[in-house]
């Protein structure tokens, strides 16, 4: 036998005291097969050591939770039978190495997630964030990841939605891929992981085993460094047509009772999968690796349990159900292969070739992971107020222009044109407006789904940065009127061992719980990615929280763009005119100092909650959130892409022009009011007393505010337009 | 001058295309298929006589923009 | 009026072209493809989606499975065949129109709205349209490049089988509205018996104004004459 | 017994994947490229001894699924 040498043991990403740990659970050393599996088990994308004393005080209960985290997707409940299942997942390292097959294969994990606990997913959504738009990896990469996306969600036929598309440079050498879907399923049709039962057949179902991926789940969660290019065969391609196959042949097995567990082959494989079913389960599973369906010749039990291949699923099925359920998948031309059974060991029991090649208890391997309370420190806050008046002038239609024709400004249809979006015929709101909105099939209600994210925000205030998210994610839904439920989260950081990022992630954590808290929009999904970096420098702390709101009955979906000519526009929420880490000084002065806008939980609320009583009475044209650039840029937005333009007042109160245009105070919104409904929203507004203003009015042809600004509405579009197309 | 290259999966990793076609020929009734793989084939002409230059630039043409080296090998081949 | 809807694996929009189907109506079944037979139906729709993941040529493997045989017997019987999208490409890779479908001329999959104009409107898949209207329907492909030799293509225009043509707003028909390079702006085309129509735009994604608008109903309630 | 069978376009067929990839490279600076066509490569293997035979059915693989015969030209060749 191999002997374990501490290279061995380092190459396994494990350190030495935690292999000692692994001698002292067994009882005696393991072999390298079982090195590999406590590897794959204790690597921090499996075993969440460093994250779960953080992520277990985030709020996850609520009337509207059927399941929190720790199953394979959080579920809501939506009324009537129906319930929507929704998770985010990154797959950040695996894209940076071959970003179209990375980005396919984030988005046919995440999609698994979903269908394995019996729903059809309906959409699907993305965050991408990239380096710097002059890197000379940047435009490969960008260009590799749509097409990744789209090449897997529109062949398999589900629509991609929403996402966000961010560049900055500490993401030269990381580029974050986080992926969301979101499925539908009858309340009473929803399948969990856990194993029940002594005897019953272990079934592997899908593609074949290779060589994909193999180290993939501890390649995930290794800094990168130079040699990382390198470690390139291991790259998993993936097959979208299989996975729409395994989908539907899935969901048809599922229409009975002959699943009793069901869990996807992810990071891992079935090392993850076989240990998590029999670990909720408190049982032991044993399986025959020579049953296992392999695509290459003489690949051996390690190979076999760490292969990363994708478009599996491991099941547990009722006994005398194997025929019935094979008979399914052979229909969709899938492998069906019974490889084990559940035991009473509470062990898993490798065998091949009549032999036990590895034996190891599952609480080892689960329970027993490693915890780590790592050390971190509270963010130093800079206390000295950013000084505005050593910068030059700049003209408000410069400035505007500057935002708009940037490349985190642009419009993004470059990219959503790649992606089906309208396919399975239920998107109510394509990708450009605040959410997503997707009808329920065949019935009249709708959910909205957004993904949000503010990196700088929370590199410079995290616990604000963290609330923030939160609060822009809740925004978005309720602009297209729908009312916020339930969050996932995928928490993209650096590296964890390092006081400071440790400090970043404990504090988004503080904001997002506190803000989750506050609004009632509890977590009930997510994933956490650490070690994104390169040779110590480390992204900003990104982490990226995605939303699902209930439109309970569809009439018209609003959208942000202008609707009317004449109609009245007014704004909710308080100008203070925070400029501080706002996109007017990054994108004009390159200048990211000072701290982002206070968050302040009360007004959210409110003014949220007022938002949607207008637009479920119906009283609104078009509404849209006021974030990233400000009042100015939220305005344009709405007049590009729509027909009509508008003309916007100056401040009655604050004489900074600069500020009130381009200031990102929170909790603010804009919505374009009919002259015929103006009496009736102000009524309710001062009824409710929200704080509101009369800003401005929409009219044909123009975007203009007087003796500032004119800018004719096809040349906003084309301001708007131009740098995806020009790059 | 005219070469051809063509670019081929590496081994071991996954040919979802060859795997459907190989599928699509058994059920076509051809029994003694053992394998099938998938690459692209490129014919290129350049204008340069010297056959190692023109050889140089192929590659480089490869390496930059026809081949994904983390999955792909190929081969280029004179063809006139 | 009977409809039966093709399956094969990788077709997604099935259930699209059904749902459309049923509110148009229509009685509709959904057909496997390794059914040996057709139920009695009046039309005929191969749906899109990505028959067998496009790998090879799109719509090639599926141009082979057992079904097919029936639907060109039914095809040559006089039967209506609509195939949409992948169905279209189907279509093209049987036989039963000529011509291809290429890699979109940006090699991009596409999804938008696009214009199309109604080239004939004296087919039963087209008389509750205006000739020379324009619609406006959803397109999502890679591969929706029309080619095909001159000699279809004279013929095509002398025995008018073009069934839409890509344009803009208003109606013109020029390189800039084309979205994928499609010769001659084609964007649908009939067999010279018109019971066959292939298109790449996506009708049954335009029968409701929640989700887009209601520009694909006249082909439903053409075909329901 | 293995065979590479090549698939090109006809010659009067458009080649938009050619077309672009030219593009491509003339951007990145080859200014002597004349021509770039993209096709397909296929490795098959089957179990037959006997060439001609061999031959014979990998023919037919061709003309019955991997070539669209109105659009595409092939080319069979034997590797080992
Ligand atoms: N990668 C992407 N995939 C899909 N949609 C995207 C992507 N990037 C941006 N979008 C869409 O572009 C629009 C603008 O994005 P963003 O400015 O981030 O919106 P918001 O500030 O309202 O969150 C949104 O509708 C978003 O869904
Ligand atoms: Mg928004």
């Known amino acids: 036998m191999m002997e374990i040498t501490n290279t061995i043991i380092e190459k396994h990403g494990l350190k030495i005291e935690e292999y000692k740990n692994i001698k002292k659970l067994l009882n005696r050393n393991p072999n390298l097969l079982e090195l590999g599996i406590f590897s794959a088990m204790w690597n921090e994308h499996c075993s969440y050591k460093s994250s779960r004393i953080h992520l277990k005080k985030l709020p996850t209960k609520g009337k509207q939770v059927i399941q929190g985290p720790g199953e394979n997707a959080g579920v809501v409940d939506i009324g009537d039978d129906d319930a929507i299942v929704f998770k985010i997942e990154s797959h950040n390292h695996p894209s940076y190495i071959e970003p179209y097959q990375g980005a396919a294969t984030g988005v046919g994990g995440i999609l698994r997630d979903v269908f394995t606990m019996g729903a059809r997913p309906i959409a699907l959504l993305n965050s991408i964030h990239f380096g710097s738009p002059s890197h000379p990896k940047t435009k490969g990469l960008l260009n590799g990841v749509v097409s990744g996306i789209g090449g897997y969600g529109n062949c398999i036929g589900i629509p991609t939605v929403a996402g966000e598309t961010k560049f900055n440079e500490t993401y030269n050498e990381n580029i974050l891929v986080n992926a969301m879907a979101v499925g539908h399923v009858k309340k009473d049709k929803i399948f969990y992981s856990k194993a029940k039962g002594v005897g019953k057949s272990v079934v592997y179902v899908g593609s074949k085993t290779g060589r994909d991926g193999i180290h993939g789940a501890s390649m995930a969660s290794a800094e990168f460094d130079e040699n990382s290019e390198e470690k390139k065969p291991t790259v998993q391609v993936g097959d979208p047509f299989t996975e729409k196959l395994l989908l539907e042949a899935c969901l048809e097995l599922m229409r009975d009772d002959s699943i009793i567990a069901i869990q996807d082959m992810g990071a891992a494989g079935l090392t993850s999968s076989s240990v998590e079913m029999a670990s909720k389960g408190s049982l032991g599973i044993e399986l025959n690796l020579d049953k296992v369906p392999c695509r290459e010749e003489n690949m051996t039990p390690y190979e076999i349990m760490l292969s990363e291949s994708q478009e599996r699923m491991l099941i547990i099925l009722e006994n005398g159900m194997e025929e019935k359920a094979k008979k399914i998948f052979e229909k969709w031309d899938l492998n069906f292969t019974i490889i084990g059974k559940t035991t009473n060991t509470k062990k898993l029991t490798l065998k091949y070739k009549d032999k036990t090649e590895g034996e190891i208890p599952i609480d080892a391997l689960a329970a027993n992971a490693p915890v780590y309370d790592r050390k971190w420190t509270r963010k130093n806050y800079n206390k000295n107020k950013f000084d505005f008046k050593k910068l030059k002038k700049i003209k408000i239609e410069e400035a505007l222009i500057k935002i708009l024709s940037s490349p985190n400004h642009s419009n993004k249809s470059w990219i959503t044109n790649q992606y089906d979006q309208m396919v399975m015929c239920d998107t109510a709101q394509r990708s450009g407006s605040d959410a997503a909105i997707i009808r329920i099939h065949n019935k009249d209600k709708a959910i909205a789904v957004s993904v949000d994210s503010s990196a700088n925000y929370c590199k410079s205030h995290p616990i604000t940065g963290g609330k923030q998210i939160v609060c822009e994610n809740w925004r978005n839904l309720i602009s297209v009127g729908a009312r916020p439920l339930a969050i996932t989260n995928c928490l993209n950081f650096g590296n964890p061992e390092n006081h400071e990022i440790m400090g970043e992630f404990a504090e988004c954590l503080e904001g997002i719980k506190e803000a989750c808290e506050f609004l009632n929009y509890p977590v009930v999904s997510g994933n956490v990615s650490f070690y994104n970096g390169t040779n110590k420098r480390n992204i900003l702390p990104t982490p990226v929280i995605g939303g699902v709101g209930l439109i309970k009955k569809i009439f018209k979906p609003l959208g942000h763009s202008f609707k009317k000519d004449k109609s009245i526009l007014i704004k909710i929420g308080k100008t203070f005119g925070h400029l501080e880490q706002s996109c007017f000084l990054k994108e004009n002065y390159s200048i990211i100092e000072g701290r982002p806008p206070e968050v302040n939980l009360t007004n959210e609320k409110n003014n949220g909650e007022a938002v949607l009583k207008l637009i479920n009475e119906n009283l609104i044209e078009s509404s849209h959130d006021v974030s990233n650039g400000g009042l100015l840029v939220a305005l344009s937005e709405m007049a590009i892409n729509s027909n009509f333009g508008a003309k916007i007042d100056k401040p009655k109160k604050l004489n900074n022009l600069i500020e009130y245009y381009f200031g990102e105070d929170q909790g603010r919104y804009i919505l374009e009011v009919s002259e015929d409904n103006f009496k009736k929203v102000e009524k309710t507004l001062k009824n409710g007393n929200i704080y509101f203003e009369k800003i401005g009015v929409t009219q044909e042809k123009f975007f203009e505010i007087e003796g500032e600004l004119k800018i004719d509405l096809n040349n906003l579009f084309k301001i708007n337009n131009q740098w995806y197309n020009n790059y | 001058m005219k070469f051809s290259v063509i670019v081929t999966l590496k081994k071991d990793v996954l040919d979802p295309q060859g795997k459907v076609v190989l599928n699509t020929l058994v059920n076509l009734g051809i029994d003694n298929l053992k394998s099938i793989r998938q690459g692209k084939y490129f014919e290129i002409d350049v204008d340069e006589v010297d056959q190692v230059k023109a050889e140089k630039q192929i590659n480089q043409m490869c390496e930059k923009l026809l081949v994904n080296l983390i999955i792909e090998n190929y081969k280029i081949s004179k063809i006139k | ?225």
């Open chain 3, 1 to 225: 009026m009977k409809s039966s809807v093709i399956v094969f694996p990788g077709s997604n929009c099935d259930r699209d072209i059904a749902t459309a189907l049923e509110k148009m109506q229509f009685k509709n079944q959904m057909v496997w493809h390794k059914e040996t037979s057709l139920p009695k139906s009046d039309l005929i729709v191969i749906p899109g989606g990505f028959s067998y993941g496009d790998y090879l040529r799109s719509g090639a493997i599926a141009g082979k499975s057992i079904i097919i045989d029936e639907v060109i017997k039914a095809a040559n019987s006089g039967c209506l065949i609509l195939g949409i999208c992948n169905g279209f490409q189907i279509l093209t890779e049987t036989g039963l129109l000529k011509g291809t479908l290429l890699r979109n001329r940006d090699l991009k999959f596409i999804n938008r709205d696009v214009n199309i104009k109604v080239m004939n409107n004296e087919t039963k898949f087209t008389s509750k349209y205006k000739l020379n209207e324009i619609l406006k329907i959803n397109i999502a492909h890679n591969e929706g490049n029309f080619f095909t030799d001159s000699k279809h293509r004279d013929q095509l225009k002398k025995e008018n089988l073009v069934a839409f043509k890509y344009c803009d707003e208003k109606g013109n028909i020029s390189e800039g509205s084309n979205p994928n390079g499609s010769i001659d702006n084609i964007a649908g085309i009939y067999n010279s018996k018109k019971n066959i129509l292939g298109m790449m735009p996506h009708p049954e994604r335009m029968i409701d104004q929640i989700i887009s608008n209601t520009d694909g109903v006249n082909l439903f309630t053409s075909l329901m004459n």
